[in-house]
């Protein structure tokens, strides 16, 4: 049975699943794209790896720091998973092959800001990362019934493994910012201004995305409205009269 969790489950984190639910029949019948997804699946947990190391070298708390550094383990050991599947399924990437795909993480430390967190700053990026985490967990849901349906359970029982662990994580990260932010109100608008960050640069990705096919739409359809009255105006115009002879 599905355990109650101790975090809100907003509309825009539900929202998320109906992409995965319109494409994940499609790209799970094929192991080849399931591969793909996985391949993008290992570096996103990547670099949520690398945010991690740096929020816990940056957190004035040890406490926090040590949580943070046992999520980023969770997320190296996600990075592999998911590409070690994604070699299972065939897709052979440059850097896949059971190794720590994509660089040293101890270079992290090395590039982290000379300044410890603020409490604002830290709560922003609890909020961020809780909201991450939650929208991980309901699309995984969504995925898992998705890939069971494809006669893929070996996928299927990666991702409930994950699905597991995010969970823990917005679990945590919703404990800590409820505590840092000084309340669930607080957390709550922190939450909001985290899933207002993410609208602004979706708009645009949409945009840039849109402009060109729609502006294609829109000249083919002038073309089909301009077309009869530029047949009508021409099938009105007389040929001017010869002027009389001099
Ligand atoms: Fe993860
Ligand atoms: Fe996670």
């Known amino acids: ?36 997804l996985f391949e993008s699946f290992a570096r996103s947990e990547w670099e949520s790896m690398l945010d991690l190391r740096e929020a816990a070298a940056r957190t004035p708390s ?3 720091a040590a ?11 996600h990075t592999r998973m998911f590409a070690k599947r994604a070699e299972e399924l065939g897709h052979i990437a440059q850097d896949l092959g059971g190794r720590i795909p994509y660089g040293d993480p101890s270079r992290v430390e090395a590039r982290v800001a ?8 830290e709560v922003d990026f609890l909020a961020f990362v809780h909201h ?14 998705i890939l069971d349906a494809a ?12 699905a597991e662990d995010e969970r823990n994580h917005a679990t945590y990260t919703w404990e800590l910012l409820v505590d840092l932010a000084g309340g669930p109100s607080a957390a709550r608008r922190a939450l909001l201004r985290a899933q207002a960050g993410e609208v602004v640069p979706l708009w645009r990705a949409a945009g840039g ?34 002027l009389p002879p001099q």
Do not use: K, N
């Open 1 to 36: 049975m599905q355990e109650s969790v101790a975090f809100p489950r907003g509309i825009w984190t539900l929202l998320a699943c109906v992409p995965v639910a319109c494409t994940a029949p499609f790209v799970h019948a094929s192991p080849w794209l399931t591969a793909r």
């Open 62 to 64: 040890a406490e926090r």
């Open 67 to 77: 949580r943070y550094l046992a999520h980023a383990a969770d997320e190296v050991r």
């Open 114 to 121: 000379p300044t410890g967190l603020g409490q604002r700053e």
């Open 132 to 145: 991450g985490e939650a929208r991980a967990l309901a699309q995984l849901e969504t995925r898992i019934a």
């Open 151 to 162: 006669g893929d359970p070996r996928s299927a029982a990666l991702c409930r493994r994950v």
């Open 209 to 242: 995305t849109l402009t060109a096919p729609l502006f294609s739409l829109l000249a083919i359809a002038l073309y089909f409205v301009a077309g009869p009255f530029a047949a009508l105006s021409l099938a009105g115009r007389r040929e001017p009269e010869a």
